[in-house]
């Protein structure tokens, strides 16, 4: 059974940086596409979808707000993707979660970073 399982998250202050991390286990299918998607108030509007990556590296950022300060990038020896979130700001703020697509789409568990001071 598939499971991703997501870290990183937390409390920084405005300007700051983090990190988050997913790595899936049980993984017996290929991984193509791997993403993060925000949400700002879970069970309050939809996912936003921040930051994408495919299987030959190709990135994209469809939130506008963070490119060149999000990057994304994958591992595909240890199954993981991470966002590496730069020079943070108040309206980041909310929950971020991990996809990957593989025979169906599996979610992390939704992991809060807050920046604040």
């Known amino acids: 059974q598939v499971q991703l399982v997501q870290s990183g998250g937390g409390l920084v202050q405005p300007g700051g940086s983090l990190r988050l991390s997913c790595a899936a286990s049980?993984?017996?299918?290929?991984?193509?596409?791997m993403a993060w998607y925000y949400h700002r108030t879970p069970g309050q509007g939809r996912r936003e979808l921040v930051a994408t990556i495919n299987r030959e590296g190709g990135t994209a950022y469809p939130r506008r707000s963070v490119e060149g300060r999000f990057y994304i990038s994958r591992d595909d020896a240890k199954n993981t993707v991470s966002l590496q979130m730069n020079s943070l700001k108040p309206e980041d703020t909310g929950v971020y979660y991990c996809?990957?697509?593989?025979?169906?789409?599996?979610w992390g568990q939704g992991i809060q970073v807050n920046v604040s001071s």
């Open positions: 049980g993984v017996t299918d290929t991984i193509y596409g």
């Open positions: 996809q990957m697509s593989m025979d169906r789409s599996y």
